[in-house]
């Protein structure tokens, strides 16, 4: 069974620029998250999908940062424009959860997109 | 609030060692869900353990090893004689019932030398 798909693995941009990221989830999957993990810390969930729906994005900076869910599979993330604090590794990850109230089931991770803002 | 500390921030043995890893959290529901993942050097999160709030009992899978501890709010990894490959970046997670959302503590970075 193929993983969680990411892509660009690198990407270096200018700050005021803009960014998207690419993510395919394990077939199957009902629900999307991306994370953004900065260096020395823990993941910190930016928006779950659940199909074509989003079920949170509380801590998304709404007035740069987009993402959009097509047919309930593929995501993309967009950063626009970027500042230096959001450079990071963006994580893409998937589950099989497919409803709200039926728990926290594991989540499969992409290998990430590692950002750098100069 | 709902928050996880691991407050190991880098832990060093030699092979063969063991070694207990620590996370305490925090959470007012009373179903929740407790993870842990391994983060190696490649940067890709692997999963490795899932346990519900219900579920009190220890868990064996190898040379790893999980105490889960409601009344102390903890949820401990143990390695039983580390190897150079268990190096790597540790994080422990709370999930939400409701929305299957993770919270993860900041890692504990184990190093483990030959």
């Known amino acids: 069974e193929a993983g969680v798909a990411q892509s660009p693995r690198y990407k270096i941009i200018e700050k005021r620029q803009s960014v998207a990221f690419w993510c395919n989830p394990i077939?199957?999957?009902?629900?999307l998250y991306w994370y953004q993990q900065i260096l020395g810390q823990g993941p910190k969930l930016l928006i779950q999908?659940?199909?074509?729906?989003?079920?949170?994005d509380s801590q998304l900076p709404k007035d740069r940062f987009s993402a959009e869910r097509l047919k309930g599979v593929d995501s993309t993330l967009k950063i626009q424009p970027a500042k230096l604090e959001d450079s990071a590794v963006y994580l893409c990850?998937?589950?099989?959860?497919?409803?709200?109230?039926?728990?926290?089931?594991?989540?499969?991770f992409g290998p990430g997109t590692r950002l750098t803002v100069t | 609030a709902q928050k996880v500390t691991q407050a190991q921030t880098e832990i060093s043995v030699v092979e063969k060692e063991d070694v207990t890893l620590d996370c305490v959290y925090e959470?007012?529901?009373?179903?929740?869900?407790l993870f842990w993942y391994k983060q190696p050097p490649s940067g890709e999160l692997v999963f490795l353990i899932r346990?519900?709030?219900?579920?009190?009992q220890n868990e064996i899978s190898g040379r790893y090893s999980w105490n889960f501890q409601k009344s102390t709010s903890s949820f401990n990894f143990t390695i039983t004689a580390s190897q150079v490959v268990d190096s790597a970046v540790y994080f422990c997670?709370?999930?939400?019932?409701?929305?299957?959302?993770?919270?993860f503590g900041q890692g504990t970075t184990l190093q483990v030398k030959p």
């Open positions: 990850a998937s589950s099989s959860l497919s409803l709200p109230g039926q728990g926290s089931y594991e989540q499969y």
């Open positions: 077939s199957g999957h009902a629900t």
């Open positions: 999908f659940q199909n074509n729906g989003v079920v949170d």
């Open positions: 959470t007012r529901d009373t179903t929740y869900y």
């Open positions: 346990r519900n709030s219900f579920d009190e």
């Open positions: 997670a709370l999930g939400s019932s409701n929305t299957g959302k993770l919270i």
